[in-house]
């Protein structure tokens, strides 16, 4: 853990960290748990073993074992007070950097991301969802791998061309999946329009852009966010990569949507695609 040693020395007040390593909370496995989660990082010794019980859509009970150090035991402690009561969405939300917030722990330059038992936490969770929509037939399940936290306001009578900037956060047990990933380069996203209503779902014509005047189309030929399936697509350029922030030009989705899937934009997509780069597929407004 950052900040602290193997013998429990930390840089910072004690109270907290020192309570937990001597009197370490909810330890072990739950007996036929909802989900399992197990995460162990090829850069350091320690693994978490966590298990969760759910209830009413949240964590009702949270146990983790530790195999590693004792400050690894502490974080995994900590882990399952922070967990217990929350919504499985806020329990995804839930990173090492808040664990290690709590324990009162120091962030390391040269770690940015420790393993403090967050990572397996979402994989428990994951469990659980696996388990209980399981994909069968035409009927499948995804998970995010981030979500979009910030976006900034634009005018409808802005310009095509005005900047549309917005930040995308990206789970932490998906950072890794970042590697190489080039500041200034066009990447696609692909997210879920969260705030389309239930009943827009069974839309299967429509006006274009709402327009009374125009006939009726099929959605498939639209790019109304109202469809089966609310998926926005959008060819961003990237500004700025902060660890798992990106700052992104070009993305029109609404705060709090869950990102699905990002991909680089290659040479190829220029010729199939045509049209400025940037301009989103899907608008969530229209």
Avoid at 18 to 37: I, K, Q
Avoid at 257 to 279: F, I
Wanted: aromatic share 6%.
């Amino acid at each position: 853990m950052t900040g602290v040693d193997d013998n429990g020395r930390r840089d910072g007040p004690e109270d907290v960290f020192t309570e937990h390593l001597e009197h370490p909370r909810n330890t072990g496995e739950l007996p036929d748990p909802d989900g399992r989660g197990v995460f162990a990082d090829p850069g350091c010794e320690d693994t978490f073993y966590v298990t969760i019980k759910v209830k009413d859509g949240r964590l009702a009970e949270v146990r983790c074992r530790v195999e590693g150090c004792r400050s690894a035991a502490a974080c995994g402690s900590i882990l399952t007070e922070l967990a217990r009561g929350r919504t499985l969405d806020d329990a995804l939300r839930l990173t090492n950097a808040d664990i290690l917030k709590a324990l009162g722990g120091v962030p390391d330059p040269a770690d940015p991301r420790p393993n403090l038992g967050a990572d397996a936490l979402h994989r428990a969770v994951f469990d659980y969802l696996g388990k209980l929509v399981p994909s069968a037939g035409w009927t499948f399940w995804l998970q995010a791998v981030g979500e979009v936290t910030r976006v900034a306001e634009v005018s409808d009578a802005a310009p095509p061309n005005f900047p549309r900037l917005a930040e995308v956060s990206v789970f932490p047990r998906f950072v890794p999946a970042l590697d190489g990933l080039e500041e200034g380069g066009l990447l696609w996203v692909m997210w879920w329009m969260h705030e389309l209503p239930p009943e827009a779902r069974q839309t299967l014509r429509a006006r274009p852009r709402g327009d009374q005047a125009r006939p009726e189309r099929g959605v498939f030929t639209l790019r109304s966010p109202a469809r089966p399936n609310p998926i926005g697509l959008a060819l961003v350029r990237l500004l700025e990569r902060r660890e798992w922030r990106l700052l992104v030009d070009g993305l029109d989705a609404r705060p709090g949507s869950p990102v699905l899937d990002l991909k680089p934009w290659s040479e190829k997509d220029a010729a199939d695609r045509g049209g400025p780069p940037g301009q989103s597929t899907n608008r969530t407004t229209k």
